[in-house]
């Protein structure tokens, strides 16, 4: 969250100062004194982040303004049938999911960090897998096991008849259990790193004082990790209210359906945009309220507990218990699912599998590979403009480009068709008045529209990998080649894209596997025939057909492992 601490720093900012000749940039490079023309700030760099920060923000003006053209015919049917329901649905989630992905996130990183139990060195990197695991793959995998006619269920009446029923799946619980399980490793995986990095001097220290280990953890470790745990928790609510495939698999209406329902089911833009604006109020809030909560506080690194530091070692049935604990976890939220989707595949491999497989793949493939490319390109130059132009303007710039990571998939579908339409038909009647041509759709139904919501929405992920790498470089690198001559686009061609060399791979690797599992965004702007894995997934599911729907789901599965393999390399390293 340090892009909204720089938001809010710069609210005081006036104007630009002129710097006089003798001071210098990060690279070494004088700046311009008076002599100087145009302002400071009017650099390419500059310019092209504030570029992308408007095409960030341009969706969010598209459905601000969408309330111009009231739709109340629409809103009074929502209003009797279907927001009330809407409104308690989402409700129950955003208060449901987050507790759930705390409770296990938060358990599982204490013991894998700091406890010493039977498999805990496996546990720590193998507990990070389900985040290969798409929601909607899990979703629709635990109806086939859970759901009334299921093989759990039915296994479960055989033994102990119908007296004592199951739950719902069907119901909020089931959602909630399939959101937790799949969103949890964004809890854990920052909580891991909180305690890993507190030491044991905090919690020696509060022994001392009389305060035994169950005590310390709630009164010492917990409050020291606080901001891991609010911004994993951030995240998982951020996800959890952009989720449009889970909750679309488990029939349960949300505000991300209902987009969906009144672009395709009542075919009005504007009334999408308007039930957009309420998600991104929401998501704005959870920001806002997060950074004001966590104000004035500071936290400091007290020590560091490396792979052989000592461990609170438990034993008996402490030990067999975190081991079965941890194995349970794992077992129900990735092995279970995997062992599923590898049995119903390998059922339907023989019918289904045909040379549309290869087509479905090719297009995830390419708009994996297209999108990753020109994010990955974005970010450097978002890195690269704020380390030589580290101004207010530059800075906030920045910090507006990322806030699409923060936009439910639905409401960017939205936000990006809607102005990109109405140009597309002033082009087509201007060609066809003024020079009697008839054009056909020159931006929708393209690829186009898919790559800049893409961007869009994953521009953060890119941005943190390759910001992260260049801030490793030491100014001393830049000056030193600026005095041999070398500098601009030079500079970062021969100087920093072979040091950013594993940023920009992280980023592309992320990127490509996040716009691989992206549905609502390709679903609601794909170009006619252009089918890719994930709306296979969501045509098949929405007809009961999970055999069928399992071959498409491994693939993605598979394709989710490849950034969690780099990831726990990185970790062990």
Request: net charge neutral; proline share 5%; aromatic share 14%.
């Amino acid at each position: 969250m340090e892009f909204f601490n720089i938001c809010i720093d710069e609210l005081g900012y006036t104007g630009n100062v002129e710097p006089n000749s003798s001071q210098l940039n990060t690279t070494g490079a004088p700046i311009a004194g008076a002599s100087r023309l145009l302002p400071s700030w009017v650099n390419g760099w500059t310019l092209m982040t504030l570029a992308a920060a408007l095409l960030v923000l341009a969706p969010l003006l598209v459905i601000g303004f969408s309330f111009y053209w009231p739709q109340p015919e629409l809103w009074k049917h929502l209003h009797e049938t279907l927001l009330a329901e809407l409104l308690w649905n989402s409700l129950w989630l955003v208060l449901g999911v987050p507790v759930g992905t705390t409770v296990l996130g938060v358990s599982l990183a204490w013991l894998t960090s700091v406890c010493h139990f039977p498999g805990r060195r496996l546990f720590s990197w193998a507990l990070l897998l389900p985040m290969a695991m798409p929601a909607y793959v899990l979703a629709f995998v635990f109806l086939g096991l859970f759901d009334f006619s299921g093989l759990i269920p039915t296994f479960y009446r055989n033994v102990f008849g119908h007296n004592i029923p199951l739950p719902d799946i069907r119901g909020p619980f089931g959602v909630i259990c399939v959101l937790s399980l799949a969103l949890f490793p964004y809890v854990y995986l920052l909580s891991r790193n909180a305690f890993l990095t507190q030491g044991k001097r905090a919690l020696e220290a509060a022994q001392a004082l009389g305060i035994n280990r169950w005590q310390g953890f709630f009164r010492v470790a917990l409050p020291m990790a606080r901001p891991w745990i609010a911004g994993g928790v951030l995240l998982v609510l951020m996800e959890t209210l952009a989720d449009f495939g889970a909750v679309s698999v488990f029939n349960y209406d949300t505000f991300t359906t209902a987009i969906y329902k009144m672009w395709f089911g009542f075919f009005s833009l504007e009334g999408a945009a308007q039930l957009s604006s309420f998600l991104i109020v929401i998501a704005f809030v959870l920001l806002v309220t997060e950074q004001w909560q966590r104000r004035r506080m500071r936290y400091t690194q007290s020590g560091k507990l490396g792979q052989d530091a000592e461990r609170v070692e438990l034993h008996g049935w402490r030990a067999w218990g975190a081991f079965l604990y941890c194995l349970f976890v794992l077992g129900i939220a990735f092995l279970l699912p995997v062992c599923q989707l590898l049995y119903w595949g390998l059922e339907a491999f023989g019918e289904e599998f045909d040379s549309r497989y290869f087509q479905w793949l090719w297009h995830s493939l390419l708009l994996g590979l297209m999108a990753a490319v020109l994010i990955a390109a974005v970010s450097l130059v978002l890195a690269y403009a704020r380390r030589r132009h580290p101004d207010r303007l530059t800075k906030l710039a920045v910090w507006f480009s990322g806030l699409g990571y923060a936009l439910p998939g639905s409401v960017l579908a939205v936000g990006i068709f809607i102005p990109l339409a109405l140009l597309d038909n002033l082009m087509i009647d201007t060609a066809r008045d003024w020079f009697g041509w008839e054009l056909g759709s020159v931006f929708k139904e393209t690829v186009m529209i898919m790559l800049l919501a893409y961007l869009i929405r994953f521009l953060a992920v890119g941005h943190k990998a390759v910001d992260s790498a260049m801030q490793r470089i030491r100014p001393s690198i830049d000056e030193a080649a600026w005095l041999m001559g070398v500098k601009g686009v030079e500079l970062l061609r021969r100087i920093h894209l072979p040091i950013l060399s594993g940023g920009l791979a992280t980023a592309l690797t992320l990127a490509f596997v996040d716009v691989m599992k992206e549905m609502p965004i390709t679903l609601m702007t794909r170009p006619f025939g252009w089918d890719t894995l994930a709306v296979k997934i969501f045509e098949l599911t929405s007809e009961g057909e999970w055999e069928r729907a399992a071959i498409p789901a491994l693939f993605l599965v598979a394709a989710g492992l490849l950034p969690i393999i780099l990831m726990v390399r990185k970790m062990e390293k």
